[in-house]
């Protein structure tokens, strides 16, 4: 071995300046100010893809509920509070409907969790109602825009809320829509009155 060279002679003593660091932070910075905003608007577009996405199953619950146990199923949305839903059995007959089923005044009491428990108390037909969905809550970033309360019928077509009008009125063209929101970013679910549903 050569006298003066040493064995770790090839690596440099110098490690980075300051400049390099400053190079280093200012471009990561740069990258994460690109990457945020588009990495917040990827999870907001699947949240609430997500919170459509189960909204459209329990229309598609409602209505399956419906045409199953013969008896008409309602879908009320902000009810007992803002950003909750529920699918609730009729109480009574679409032609002549109980109160607390009808009306949009006591709506709140019927989608009440605690006096209309899911499951059912019991199964019993001359104790309705039987067949009520449990209540559920959107992600409290996402939030309805646009909702009316829905009426599936045992024979599967679909009617919408008119205080005027018991029963209530086939869905028509167009269709009924239920709109969810997070940010600025919006997700609509289509209801026809033959009960197909359809997010766009």
């Known amino acids: 071995m050569q006298k003066g060279i040493g064995v770790h002679s090839w690596r440099s003593t110098r490690g980075f300046t300051l400049v390099?660091?400053?190079?280093t932070v200012g471009l990561i910075g740069t990258i994460a100010a690109i990457a945020v905003p588009q990495l917040t608007?990827?999870?907001?577009g699947l949240k609430l893809g997500n919170e459509t996405r189960t909204v459209e199953r329990e229309l598609q619950?409602?209505?399956l509920s419906a045409v199953t146990t013969n008896r008409p199923i309602r879908m009320r949305f902000n009810c007992p509070a803002v950003g909750n839903y529920r699918r609730v059995e009729l109480i009574g007959t679409i032609?002549?409907?109980n109160s607390n089923s009808d009306?949009?005044?006591q709506a709140a009491t019927r989608c009440n969790a605690l006096t209309y428990p899911f499951p059912a108390a019991?199964?019993?037909p001359l104790t309705r109602p039987n067949n009520d969905g449990p209540l559920k809550k959107l992600d409290p970033k996402v939030s309805f825009t646009s909702t009316q309360t829905l009426e599936f019928w045992p024979n599967g077509t679909v009617h919408v809320y008119n205080a005027l009008t018991v029963p209530w009125p086939q869905i028509g063209d167009p269709a009924?829509?239920?709109i969810l929101t997070k940010g600025a970013t919006t997700r609509t679910i289509s209801v026809n009155g033959l009960g197909k549903t359809q997010i766009q």
């Open 20 to 23: 390099d660091l400053m190079i």
């Open 41 to 44: 608007n990827t999870l907001d």
């Open 61 to 63: 619950l409602a209505r």
């Open 95 to 97: 032609n002549t409907p």
């Open 103 to 105: 009306a949009d005044n």
């Open 122 to 124: 019991d199964r019993d």
């Open 176 to 178: 009924v829509s239920i």
